[in-house]
């Protein structure tokens, strides 16, 4: 069965730093689009942070731009999102999704396979 899981998550103050990591179950990511996308409670999911195969195209959502980076190590079969100077707004559920044949990136519905999802709080 393939899947993705996500880690990394948990309570940080603000202005602190997580890593949230994407590890595939079942198929090796190298050929799949990855994104990293969130939900707060009472808002709709959004695109976080996404990136090609290859590694060659990111995308970010203009409210982390600058404080978040997505990475991937295709031979770890991993995806990072490394996110810095986290805000109390940053805080979500942040899921990993993969997607073999994404034409636009960060769409939801572009990507096949979804993990559960790691809480992420950033409280004082």
């Known amino acids: 069965q393939l899947h993705v899981v996500e880690s990394g998550g948990g309570l940080v103050q603000p202005g602190g730093s997580l890593r949230l990591s994407c590890a595939a179950s079942?198929?090796?990511?190298?050929?799949?689009?990855i994104g990293w996308f969130r939900q707060a409670p009472g808002k709709e999911r959004e695109g976080v942070s996404c990136?090609?195969?290859?590694?060659?195209?990111?995308h970010y959502a203009s409210s982390v731009q600058g404080r978040f980076t997505i990475s991937r190590d295709n031979a770890k079969n991993t995806v990072y999102l490394q996110m810095n100077s986290l805000r109390p707004e940053d805080t979500a559920v942040y899921y990993c999704?993969?997607?073999?044949?994404?034409?636009?990136?960060?769409?939801?519905?572009?990507?096949?396979?979804w993990g559960q999802g790691t809480q992420v709080t950033v409280s004082s």
């Open positions: 999704a993969a997607g073999a044949t994404v034409n636009e990136m960060c769409i939801d519905w572009e990507y096949d396979y």
């Open positions: 079942g198929f090796t990511l190298d050929y799949y689009d």
């Open positions: 990136i090609s195969s290859s590694g060659g195209r990111t």
